[in-house]
């Protein structure tokens, strides 16, 4: 564990060490979720990709579903 302050511009680093052990990396996007009173959660947007991966049944069918929209507008 890693006690870390928060600025004025609610702003905190991330020390190396956790930095490193999250297998975060310098640019990565995250998402950050409040989880209640004093407790924030940091995923990695890579993480919620992997997360809902699979989401839709057969690789075409979100863009079937896109390609139908499209055709309305027509």
């Known amino acids: 564990m890693y006690n870390v302050k928060i600025s004025s511009k609610h702003q905190i680093t991330i020390g190396k ?25 940091v995923v990695t947007m890579q993480s919620v990709l ?15 579903t896109i390609e139908e929209l499209r055709s309305e507008w027509d």
């Open 17 to 41: 060490e956790a930095f490193e052990a999250a297998g975060l990396r310098a640019g990565d996007i995250v998402t950050v979720r409040a989880l209640g009173p004093g407790r924030v959660e």
């Open 50 to 64: 992997e997360q809902h991966a699979g989401a839709f049944d057969g690789g075409n069918e979100m863009r079937d």
